[in-house]
């Protein structure tokens, strides 16, 4: 399960800057001040933080619910107060995320030449399985090369990716290069919009990268303004399919963009850290 699969709530529409889903934030916070500490958080603490950026309690409320009933958090009582800590699932879904924003990178300078292709025909009374093995392939980084053949540059753990889903028996998966008449470019332009994802690059610059005046006015301190950016960032690590540098345009924005949101997430981390402190309240799980 990815974490946007089943996102069926109304945006917040009063947050400083654009309007996003109280799960994706939720996802933000959980990665940022809960990942890997062995804590569960008082819920009322979280509407606290989320009334930073304009999320109602209502909406808290409803998202940490749909979560937990995901399977993504386990709540834990103690006296009259609710705490919600990470499932082993969640940690997963949130680990891979960090790997992707500061390990992986937002440019594929390291590509080998070769492609993970995975095939497939699913019978009609598998819809809701055909439309779940897309929506993870787009995950990892898949494109629609034609119909029933994906693709997505270097090698792909497919064998994990297709573990869950219990559909190896309608699944071809192969490793393959591109020849004659075929040229990589063209696997880049037919199975990728190389265009929607450099314009995704560059509405985040607009965004974030505004010079001289600070990112969001609006928002009160710089734990929202940590919040909005993360999860403006995973958003389009999540969308861009790792394509490689050399198949894609010299002012390819993703480097600028990436370059901006390091220096903007090093800037906010001191600040809002210690706002999350004060504003936290937590308690050890195991």
Known sequence: MTPSSSESEEPARDAPGPAVRPQSLMFSFFGIHVLGRGTGVYSGSVIDVFARVGVGEEAVRSTLARMAKRSLLVRHRQGRKVYFAL?????????????????????????DGTWTLVGFSLPDSHRR?????????????????????WIAPGEKDAA?????????????????????????????????????IADGYREFLRRWDT???????????????QLMLH???????????????????EDWPAIRAETCFRALARKYEPAAARLADEVLDVIPVT
């Not at 969640?90 to 790997?99: F, K």
């Not at 399985?129 to 053949?149: A, C, I, K, M, V």
């Not at 010079?211 to 303004?225: I, K, T, V």
Request: proline fraction near 9%; aromatic fraction near 6%; glycine fraction near 6%.
């Open 129 to 149: 399985e055909r439309h779940d093995l897309r929506s993870r392939l787009l995950w990892e980084g898949f494109g629609p090369l034609q119909n029933g053949l």
């Open 231 to 249: 999860t403006d960032w995973l958003r389009l690590v999540r969308q861009d399919p790792h394509l490689p540098a050399e198949h894609l345009p």
């Open 211 to 225: 010079g001289d005046r600070p990112p969001l006015p609006a928002a009160p301190d710089d734990l929202a303004r």
């Open 87 to 111: 499932t082993p699932h969640a940690e997963e879904v949130l680990q891979d995320g960090h790997r992707r924003i500061w390990e992986t990178g937002a440019v594929n300078r390291d590509w």
């Open 160 to 196: 994990a990716i297709l573990a869950p889903l219990g559909l190896a028996e309608y699944v071809t998966v192969l490793r393959a290069q591109a020849y004659r008449p075929t040229e990589a470019a063209d696997l880049v332009r037919k199975g990728f919009d190389a265009a929607s």
